[in-house]
T-cell receptor, first 111, second 114 residues
């Protein structure tokens, strides 16, 4: 079974609006990462947040991490049609050598 | 730096045939990962290498699957006696082995077993 679960499974918004996606996980982690995947393509790394960090920003992206609740959120501000993609969270569990992915949130941004 | 390269991008094969995929990681990266992704799902871990050593294999990697990284550079993933359930996107990624480092993914190989 997957470590992370994203919520919602699908999200549809208008261009210019903000999009928020959530991720919950089960075990202790070293870090949590967010990736984007356009249809039929590989994954693009967006941001990594370490277990001792609570918030991180990169351009229009804001990620929060709450290790006490084992959850993270990804906020995309001022969304654009080009942001349409699937977004996945992935966790690197403590003492694990690989990332474990959730099933993603499919974001549609309407122009 | 050309990123992670996978070949072929698409493969259609008949059930029962063997297929082999290749992954060329970013040259400085000593870790290489294989994942499988089916439609509507997130990537599922298959196996990973540190240099030429295969350090972990998922239970998903049945006896029909084998992966190698003979010189610690490129890697191959072979599926023997393919089944329709093997149809998926096979993704390769590479990274440094230090803690809290990002992985870079290739474009994937789309396998269709007919």
């Amino acid at each position: 079974s997957q470590q992370g679960e994203e919520d919602p499974q699908a999200l549809s918004i208008q261009e210019g609006e903000n999009a928020t996606m959530n991720c919950s996980y089960k075990t202790s982690i070293n870090n949590l990462q967010w990736y984007r995947q356009n249809s039929g393509r590989g994954l693009v790394h967006l941001i990594l947040i370490r277990s001792n960090e609570r918030e991180k920003h990169s351009g229009r992206l804001r990620v929060t991490l709450d290790t006490s609740k084992k959850s993270s959120s990804l906020l995309i501000t001022a969304s654009r049609a080009a942001d349409t993609a699937s977004y996945f969270c992935a966790t690197d569990a403590t003492n694990a050598g690989k990332s474990t992915f959730g099933d993603g949130t499919t974001l549609t941004v309407k122009p | 730096d050309t990123g992670v390269s996978q070949d072929p991008r698409h493969k259609i094969t008949k059930r029962g045939q063997n297929v082999t995929f290749r992954c060329d990681p970013i040259s400085e990266h000593n870790r290489l990962y294989w994942y499988r992704q089916t439609l509507g799902q997130g990537p599922e871990f298959l196996t990973y290498f540190q240099n030429e050593a295969q350090l972990e294999k998922s239970r998903l990697l049945s006896d029909r699957f084998s992966a190698e990284r003979p010189k610690g550079s490129f890697s191959t993933l072979e599926i023997q006696r393919t089944e329709q359930g093997d149809s998926a996107m096979y993704l390769c990624a590479s990274s440094f082995s230090r803690l809290n480092t990002e992985a870079f993914f290739g474009q994937g190989t789309r396998l269709t077993v007919v």
